[in-house]
């Protein structure tokens, strides 16, 4: 505004100081005929003074134009500067959950050093006190780095909270707790777990999440529920949605994002058994060059190309690890199980899913006879290309997602109509 009316203050005495020399008018021509005076001056004083006057319309001109420009270079900057504020200003706090309430919660300082922007900072009291201090009753699921908990910071707002092991001052540890954190910050999805904020309190690392009342994919099914309340139509609306939030981070960050580390304790599954990536602690951008990675994830969930210290980090890491995940949703097994002093891989089934004859026979026993078996022949089809062997015969992300979608309810986010 400030601006806007100098641009049009310098307008106006340049008009001003332009129009002026109009009024001006020579002695010589001033003396009336009455007086008997002579003629005017000769032509030549007035083409002089006409070349003075256009010299400066162009001089105006010139300065108005200038300023002109400057200002709206300035008023782009600012829209750029002001863009930039709000965006990094967002703190990821889910307006479902009461924002009020969480951010009055929140302590300004930062409790430690690290810090990220304005994502708030929880005490570690608050959180403590939250959680009824960190106990087993508020065990929402385990995982291979800590627990996640059930928390309520007041009576309208509930999070979920993962408390990192202590590791004694690990540096790994802290290491995947900035990575994690810095990743939420930036990644904003419906089926990517939303970071409310983090507590830092000596050696413990808390990071909050958006309330997550079913726990982890992997509670679900392997813990005591055995999976009862998965039906097929839900495991396949998981499936849907943990595509969806790759296929997020695959083709539409810039630029693309690999996780790593993907597996059922790293899915959270909301109070309608939404499902939503979380743990980003290996998360990586896509390399197209290789480079030594420190290893991550378990023998079942890990392809074999990352077992090799100068593999390339690609999309195909990730695809098979959705291909294991959903081996599990079909047939109810651990990724790793320990019948005996030898792992299995639940992999190792991968040749009996090509038996159609046979395949319902080793299903889960929870959903057991509840499917079309063209659907099911489908998505055990899909599961044994995610896992192949060879990374380029696995398919895309988005390939994978777009063979689910007609399996699954419209109600429930797919393209299939039940009549």
């Known amino acids: 505004m400030l601006l806007s009316l100098l641009l049009i203050w310098v307008l106006g005495v340049s008009f001003f100081s332009v129009a002026s020399p109009q009024g001006e008018i020579p ?38 134009s200038t300023l002109l420009c400057v ?101 790994d540890i802290e290491k995947q707790f900035e990575n994690e954190v810095e990743w939420l910050c930036k990644i904003k999805h419906q089926n990517i777990v939303s970071m409310l904020g983090f507590g830092v309190y000596r050696q413990t690392r808390c990071i909050v999440y958006e309330m997550m009342h079913n726990g982890s994919l992997e509670c679900q099914l392997h813990g005591p529920s055995q999976g009862s309340g998965l039906t097929w ?46 743990d980003f602690g290996y998360a990586t951008v896509l390399m197209t060059e290789s480079k030594k990675l420190k290893l991550n994830g378990t023998l079942g969930n890990r392809a074999s190309e990352c077992l090799l210290l100068d593999g390339k980090v690609t999309d195909k890491n990730d695809v098979y690890s959705f291909g294991v995940i959903l081996l599990e949703l079909l047939l109810g097994k651990r990724e790793v199980e320990k019948p005996s002093a030898e792992a299995e891989s639940i992999v190792s089934w ?32 899909v599961a044994v290309l995610c896992v192949q062997e060879e990374p380029s015969y696995r398919p895309l992300i988005t390939d994978v997602l777009h063979s689910l979608i007609p399996l699954l309810p419209l109600e429930l986010g797919g393209s299939l109509r039940i009549l």
């Open 27 to 64: 002695s010589s021509q001033t003396s009336s005929p009455r007086t008997g005076a002579q003629s005017p001056g000769p032509p030549i004083v007035q083409v002089v003074l006409r070349e003075d006057l256009n010299k400066k319309i162009l001089i105006a001109l010139i300065v108005s």
């Open 71 to 171: 200002t709206l270079v300035l008023l782009l900057y600012l829209f750029l500067w002001r863009y930039r504020y709000i965006k990094n200003s967002f703190t990821g706090i889910n307006p479902n959950h009461h924002p009020d309430s969480v951010k009055s919660s929140v302590s300004t300082k930062p409790t430690d050093s690290v810090t990220k922007g304005t994502i708030p900072v929880f005490e570690y009291q608050l959180l403590e006190t939250a959680t009824n201090k960190f106990s087993e009753s508020n065990v929402l699921s385990r995982g291979s780095r800590g627990c996640l908990y059930r928390a309520c910071l007041d009576e309208k707002s509930s999070v979920t909270v993962k408390k990192l092991d202590d590791g004694g001052g690990d540096t």
């Open 233 to 278: 139509q839900l495991r396949m609306k998981i499936a849907v949605d943990i595509a969806r939030g790759l296929e997020y981070l695959h083709e539409h960050c810039h630029p693309p994002v690999v996780h790593r580390d993907l597996k059922s304790s790293n899915i959270l599954l909301d109070s309608h058994f939404n499902a939503k990536i979380s």
């Open 350 to 381: 991968v040749p009996k899913l090509s038996d159609r004859a046979n395949l319902p026979n080793i299903l889960d026993p929870a959903i057991k006879g509840s499917m079309d078996l063209k659907h099911l022949y489908q998505v055990a089809a």
